[in-house]
T-cell receptor
Framework: GDSVTQMEGPVTLSEEACLTI???????????LFWYVQYPGEGLQLLLK?????DKGSNKGFEATYRKETTSFHLEKGSVQVSDSAVYFC????????????FGTGTRLTVIP | ETGVTQTPRHLVMGMTNKKSLKCEQH?????MYWYKQSAKKPLELMFV???????ENNSVPSRFSPECPNSSHLFLHLHTLQPEDSALYLC?????????????FGPGTRLTVL
């Protein structure tokens, strides 16, 4: 079945450090891939998405490339800020047109000044 | 109001109480979802409504009862809950139908069962 596996946290980085959060997926068909972010005390917000192989999603300095050959969608940012501290979730929408999303377990990022 | 709203934001209840969580979306969407978010566990999909019809019930105990009177409103009725039901309950909506469906989340209701 469809599933997402993402890097366990927590991750602690100093401000301006580089970030990579790994995400790999298992899916039948051609899924769409997402990264969601959850700031303290809030719900999940869509950060970026990619709908087909080799697409790159980007937003707020974050990027992720949909790589079919490695079934991966790793989240990257070149220089993190304290305000990026949050929990990040990788998610997959099946290519079957179903409405459900399959989420990873989430990775907590803490950025220290 | 814009986006997806949830009330109350916080709820404390005893095991014998009956309460309801409310979700409202102002996005013109046709699909709505309830998720349970517990510490150190993956986000758990509970219920899905698509065009007001329940299309998914992920083996959720009957002490949780959803209601979707129209495509803008979704309720989760709670009764005789257990302490392990304490969690953040998130509502989401999406356009519905076939095709890519990004989900938009509300801020959640933090539920504590004593």
């Amino acid at each position: 079945g469809d599933s997402v596996t993402q890097m366990e946290g927590p991750v602690t980085l100093s401000e301006e450090a580089c970030l990579t959060i790994n995400c790999t997926y298992t899916a039948t068909g051609y899924p769409s891939l997402f990264w969601y972010v959850q700031y303290p005390g809030e719900g999940l917000q869509l950060l970026l998405k990619a709908t087909k192989a080799d697409d790159k999603g980007s937003n707020k300095g974050f990027e992720a490339t949909y790589r079919k050959e490695t079934t991966s969608f790793h989240l990257e940012k070149g220089s993190v800020q304290v305000s990026d501290s949050a929990v990040y979730f990788c998610a997959l929408a099946p290519g079957t047109g179903a409405n459900n999303l399959f989420f990873g377990t989430g990775t907590r990022l803490t950025v220290i000044p | 109001e814009t986006g997806v709203t949830q009330t109350p934001r916080h709820l404390v209840m005893g095991m014998t109480n009956k309460k309801s969580l409310k979700c409202e979306q102002h996005l013109g969407h046709n699909a709505m979802y309830w998720y349970k978010q517990s510490a150190k566990k993956p986000l758990e999909l509970m219920f899905v409504y698509n065009f007001k019809e329940q299309t998914e019930n992920n083996s959720v105990p009957s002490r949780f009862s959803p209601e979707c009177p129209n495509s803008s409103h979704l309720f989760l009725h709670l009764h005789t809950l257990q302490p392990e039901d304490s969690a953040l309950y998130l509502c989401a909506s999406s356009p519905g139908g076939a095709g890519l469906n990004e989900q938009f989340f509300g801020p959640g209701t933090r539920l504590t069962v004593l």
